[in-house]
T-cell receptor, first 118, second 115 residues
Framework: GAGVSQSPSNKVTEKGKDVELRCDPI?????LYWYRQSLGQGLEFLIY????????KSGLPSDRFSAERTGGSVSTLTIQRTQQEDSAVYLC????????????????FGPGTRLTVL | AQKVTQAQTEISVVEKEDVTLDCVYE???????LFWYKQPPSGELVFLIR??????QNEISGRYSWNFQKSTSSFNFTITASQVVDSAVYFC????????????FGAGTQVVVTP
């Protein structure tokens, strides 16, 4: 079956511009996560969705970052007024997220969006 | 504070050698889950194994094996008879029971297998 897909695969933008990154999770997966991978910080958690709600936004680095999920499916991560330190690979993952043991479920990752801020 | 430590930044081996990747974790939770993921040069993270905190049985899957020891808070991973296709970055991750499945990753270990 189809895995997690992300678009665009690469995004180059100028400092100060806004960007939107999209994630399509595996069909039926209710839990969705965004992570960021950068050379300096490694793999960092950003935000978690269960359905359309985001119970954990603790990893968002600043108020320039926001995310939403609609229809319990597609999610969009928006970065406003991008800065050079936002350059990273943004990874999306989904998991079944049900059955009371959310932490137990393996997460399936997408290929990522490589963001470069000039 | 870093909750998952992978002290080895890079390991280089020759094909057919065994390689062991170390992972030490820190948590106050009694229920937690440990994972290993592989990130090949293509970039996509691939799930390898999951262990819960109540199951200390070692596991073997083909050339891969895992050694979970709560007494030392370690969850080490061994690749036996390594192959060039094993070249990748390997990440150890911790998911705590009350953390909504949020994965806390170690810094990763780059494994380079040369023919």
């Amino acid at each position: 079956g189809a895995g997690v897909s992300q678009s665009p695969s690469n995004k180059v933008t100028e400092k100060g511009k806004d960007v939107e990154l999209r994630c399509d999770p595996i069909s039926g997966h209710t839990a969705l996560y965004w992570y960021r991978q950068s050379l300096g910080q490694g793999l960092e958690f950003l935000i978690y969705f269960q359905g359309n709600s985001a119970p954990d936004k603790s990893g968002l680095p600043s108020d320039r970052f926001s995310a939403e999920r609609t229809g319990g499916s597609v999610s969009t991560l928006t970065i406003q007024r991008t800065q050079q330190e936002d350059s990273a690979v943004y990874l999306c993952a989904s998991s079944r997220g049900q059955g009371g043991k959310i932490s137990y479920n393996e997460q399936f990752f997408g290929p990522g969006t490589r963001l470069t801020v000039l | 504070a870093q909750k998952v430590t992978q002290a080895q930044t890079e390991i280089s081996v020759v094909e057919k050698e065994d390689v062991t990747l170390d992972c030490v974790y820190e948590t106050r939770d009694t229920t937690y889950y440990l994972f290993w993921y592989k990130q090949p040069p293509s970039g996509e993270l691939v799930f390898l194994i999951r262990r819960n905190s109540f199951d200390e049985q070692n596991e073997i899957s083909g050339r891969y094996s895992w050694n979970f020891q709560k007494s030392t808070s370690s969850f080490n991973f061994t690749i036996t008879a390594s192959q060039v296709v094993d070249s990748a970055v390997y990440f150890c991750a911790l998911s705590e029971e009350e953390s909504w499945g949020k994965l806390q990753f170690g810094a990763g270990t780059q494994v380079v297998v040369t023919p």
